[in-house]
Each structure stands twice: as structure tokens, then as C-alpha cells.
């Protein structure tokens, strides 16, 4: 039976005006409430968004698809990876995920009853390309067809990432991101897709988390988290020296930009497309104008890999003066074809790298330790900062500029369990949404042009190298049935979005 709200799930969490999501009429007083958001309170209307903001959910395709070899798709870097013993706990694997290859109608229907009014999904490269280039796999292409239909049909707007760490294995094996036949692949791929979607898809993200593919993927990365070393390596598995490293992250970037560059050529007109980076910033430690300015300067020279020549066109002097001979090699052509003018940028938001007072010496900003003591989400690696949905975007823009902004990812693990009555009360994922979604309202109120979030995930999923270990959705997923059952948190999220305000 496909996932939907019963009346008595609704009514024992949120009370009368969320019966809206059974088949009976509503009671006067929540009928009242749906056309007078301020009944929530007097200061309700003073936490609403703009007009037409998306409240969205995300998703990546070797998450939560499943069907791993099946209708032609060839293999991908996460098949071989997480069929290598000893890299994913408990010996998990993507092979069935959430099964929502085949159960992708119940899912839309599902994030339709949860007020969802936004998409974000991944395309599996493999699955349209089974050897990455080449002729490509029709059944591939007629599955994200359907599956934008059906979101067309349920009102919900599709976002379409190209690439969310699936790399086909063919190419891994001439060489992966270390090839700049990669990059040209990638291009080709991106124009396929847009050229058969974007009659219906307008959105396009090319690449997902720049840093994680190139750094997490081919060296591994560490973090202090709560005086612990918490370290994070995931497919391909690779551990690069810094010049072989560079030049994984220039690749990423040119494919970045013929990613664009292609779905301009073959995409319709009014098609929109940008990055969705992890982005690296700073924590002003006091909001003065001369800390904010110590978190700008921080923040850019944090992303001098990825978002800084993306968004100027150019690397930055004192990156390659620094790299000295494990600098990437380029060539000027390559620089204006990275620095390809972008609709919107996406930013995934999580935690901040830094938390910096202002200095005077250089480089203008010093960082601070995070006391071994500050909070954490339930990840090992997930420091608790909600300050951060408000401070990314606004220092993407005070640097950049760009036209709009999505946050792309956000949101949190817990120790999700189904209690005795059959829901999932996921209160510290109610308190992480209600908290980070006001900063970003802090963010739409002074003009930053934050146009959408998408909370991560949609449904609990194949969570990388924590396997099934580890549940973000506000949707749980019961992995040896695949039944879905909505969470507190997403009891809370369609109220949110039906008000367009934070609850």
C-alpha cells in the first residue's frame, strides 16, 4: 500500500488542523487556521518566507534506487565500492537501497501528503550511460522520464543533479577524475540529459559536493569533533599526493563548467543550471562588523578549490603561489570555461569549517577552537551550529553575488525508532529543522535571494559508508519491508510548508 498520513497519525501529533492530510473534511477551527496562518500565534507572520520559496526534500540515485543491474545500467564506483569487504559497516550495499526504482510512485504520492513542493533528485550516470560514454541505455533515460512525470503531475517541481558520486566504473578504470576525459564525458552526458529532460526539468545541479568527490573520494579527510578525530573516506578510495589531488579538483571543476556550457547548448531556453557544493565557511564568534568581515575573508580563502574559480573565472594568486609545482594544470581556455556564467548556486549546508574573531595580521582572521564540549548531532561528524543556514548563504552572497540561492542539503541523523502507537518522534530532528529554518527566514528577510531548501532526506536511505546504520529521513523506512512511515519532523515540515513559515 503506498505511505500516507492516516487521520490518527496526524491528529496525535499536531492536533485538528493537520487532519488536512485525511480523506475527511477539515474541523472549523483548523479550516480557520489554514486561511489565517497567524492563529499559530502573533508572531507567525513576522517568520514567513517570500512568495514562492520551495520547500523540497533530497535524494541521491545510489541512495535510495536500488535495481543495481538492472534494465541495462552498467556499474558504478559505489557498486565496487561497497562491494569491496570492510567498506561499508555491516557489509551494507546500495543493491536494493529503498527499492525506489520500482516504488518511485508511492514515494511522490508520500512526499505530496508531506507538503512537499520540490524535488531534488540524482541522475545515475551509469544508468543513462552503462560505460560512461558511448550509446546510451534508453530504459536508463525512460525511468527519470516517468519519474518527472509523476512529479509534474503531483505538483512538485523536479531538480535534477547530474552527478552525485556515481562515477561509471568504466571510466574509473582509465583513470576517473584523474582524467581530463572525464571532465569531457561528464559534458556530453549533462547536454544528453537536458536535452530530453528540460522540457519539463528547469532546474539542473551539475555536480554535488565538490570537496567530498575530489578530497573525501581520493585522500580521505579528518575532523575534530568533540575532541575526537573523525575520519571520512569514501568511493573510489583512493589516497592521492596533493599534485595528482589538485588536478582531480580542476577536473571536477572543467566538468563543472562543459556540464554548463552543454545544457545551454542542447537545454531548453529557459532551463537554469548551477553547482551544489558543500561549501566551506566561517563562523563570525561575535556579529560586529570587523568579525563579519574576519568570516568573509575566511570564507573565501576556504573555497579557493571549488566555488572561488567557479564563481571569478580564476584561481586565486596566493592558492597556486602556495601549491608552488602541485598546482593543477590548466590552460585559459579551460579558466573561461569553469568560470561559465551560473543561474543560481546551491549550497549544501551542515557545519561550519571555522569559527574566527577578526586579527590584525594576516591574513585578517583568527580561528578558535570549538570547545571539546559543544553539541553534536547524532553523526559523529556532525557539529550542531543551526546559526549556519543563516551565515552560509549570507556570506555566499556578500562575496559573490549570485542571482539566487538553494540550500540544497541540510538536516541531520537521529536514533530513529517506531514506538509503541507506530510513529517515529524524531524530536531532535524537529528541534534541528525548526532552528536552522529560522536563519535561513533570518536570510530571505534582509534580501539575501535564498529562493529554496531542501531538507536531506526524504526518506531514510543507504547512508554511504554508515550503510543503513544511520537514518536522515523524516520519512522512516522499515529496510526489510520498505514500508514508509512519516516522522514527527515531517508532521512539522508540511505544516511549515503549507504556511510558508517556520512553525
Not at 536508463?140 to 562515477?167: C, M, Q, S
Not at 519539463?200 to 551539475?206: L, P, S, Y
Not at 595580521?361 to 580561528?367: H, L, T, V
Not at 553523526?379 to 548563504?393: G, K, V
Request: proline share 7%; net charge neutral.
Amino acid at each position: 500500500m503506498p505511505a500516507r498520513f492516516t487521520r490518527r497519525q496526524f491528529s496525535s501529533l499536531t492536533g485538528s488542523a493537520a487532519l488536512a492530510a485525511s480523506n475527511g473534511p477539515l474541523p472549523a477551527a483548523a479550516q480557520a487556521s489554514r486561511t489565517e496562518p497567524h492563529a499559530v500565534g502573533p508572531k507567525t507572520e513576522a517568520r514567513t518566507f517570500p512568495p514562492g520559496f520551495y520547500w523540497g526534500v533530497a535524494t541521491a540515485a545510489y541512495q535510495i534506487e536500488g535495481a543495481w543491474d538492472e534494465d541495462g545500467k552498467g556499474p558504478s564506483i559505489w557498486d565496487t565500492f561497497s562491494h569491496t569487504p570492510g567498506k561499508i559497516r555491516n557489509g551494507d550495499t546500495g543493491d536494493v537501497a529503498v527499492d525506489h526504482y520500482h516504488r518511485y510512485k508511492e514515494d511522490v504520492r508520500m512526499m505530496k501528503d508531506m507538503g512537499v513542493n520540490a524535488y531534488r533528485f540524482s541522475i545515475s550516470w551509469p544508468r543513462i550511460f552503462p560505460n560512461g560514454v558511448g550509446q546510451p541505455n534508453q530504459k536508463g533515460l525512460d525511468f527519470y522520464n516517468r519519474l518527472v512525470d509523476e512529479l509534474k503531475a503531483a505538483d512538485i517541481e523536479p531538480f535534477a543533479t547530474l552527478y552525485h558520486w556515481d562515477l561509471p566504473q568504466a571510466l574509473q578504470d582509465k583513470g576517473g577524475w584523474q582524467s581530463r576525459d572525464t571532465s569531457q564525458a561528464f559534458g556530453a552526458y549533462a547536454g544528453y540529459v537536458a536535452e530530453h529532460l528540460s522540457d519539463r526539468v528547469k532546474h539542473f545541479f551539475t555536480i554535488n559536493e565538490f570537496q567530498q568527490l575530489a578530497d573525501t573520494g581520493h585522500r580521505g579527510v579528518e575532523l575534530r569533533i568533540q575532541g575526537k578525530t573523525v575520519r571520512l573516506h569514501i568511493a573510489p578510495g583512493l589516497t592521492l599526493e596533493e599534485g595528482p589531488l589538485n588536478q582531480v579538483r580542476h577536473h571536477a571543476i572543467l566538468a563543472h563548467g562543459l556540464a554548463v556550457q552543454a545544457i545551454r547548448a542542447k537545454g531548453r531556453p529557459d532551463t537554469k543550471v548551477g553547482p551544489a557544493e558543500n561549501i566551506p565557511h566561517a563562523l563570525p564568534a561575535i556579529e560586529t562588523s570587523e568579525h563579519v568581515k574576519a568570516a568573509e575573508t575566511a570564507t573565501r580563502a576556504l573555497n579557493v578549490h571549488f566555488l572561488g574559480p567557479m564563481l571569478e573565472g580564476r584561481y586565486d594568486d596566493a592558492y597556486l603561489k602556495a601549491a608552488g609545482k602541485d598546482a593543477p594544470k590548466f590552460t585559459d581556455d579551460e579558466m573561461k570555461v569553469i568560470g561559465s556564467p551560473l543561474d543560481f548556486v546551491g549550497i549544501n549546508v551542515y557545519i561550519p569549517s571555522l569559527l574566527v574573531v577578526a586579527s590584525d595580521r594576516p591574513p585578517g582572521y583568527r580561528a578558535v577552537p570549538f570547545n571539546d564540549s559543544h553539541p553534536k548531532m547524532f553523526s559523529s561528524w556532525h557539529r550542531l551550529d543551526p546559526e549556519c543556514q543563516y551565515w552560509a548563504p549570507r556570506l555566499l552572497n556578500s562575496i559573490w553575488k549570485p542571482k539566487e540561492i538553494y540550500i540544497t542539503e541540510n538536516g541531520c541523523a537521529a536514533s530513529d525508532v517506531v514506538a509503541a502507537d507506530g510513529n517515529v518522534y524524531d524530536s531532535d530532528r524537529l528541534m534541528y529543522l525548526r532552528n536552522g529554518m529560522m536563519h535561513q527566514q533570518r536570510a530571505t528577510a534582509e534580501g539575501i535571494p535564498l529562493k529554496g531548501n531542501f531538507v536531506w532526506s526524504a526518506m531514510d536511505n543507504f547512508e554511504w559508508t554508515d550503510g543503513y546504520g544511520t537514518r536522515f529521513g523524516i520519512a522512516y523506512v522499515d529496510f526489510e519491508t520498505q514500508k514508509r512511515t512519516p516522522k514527527l519532523s515531517a508532521q512539522w515540515f508540511r505544516e511549515a510548508a503549507r504556511r510558508n513559515a517556520v512553525v
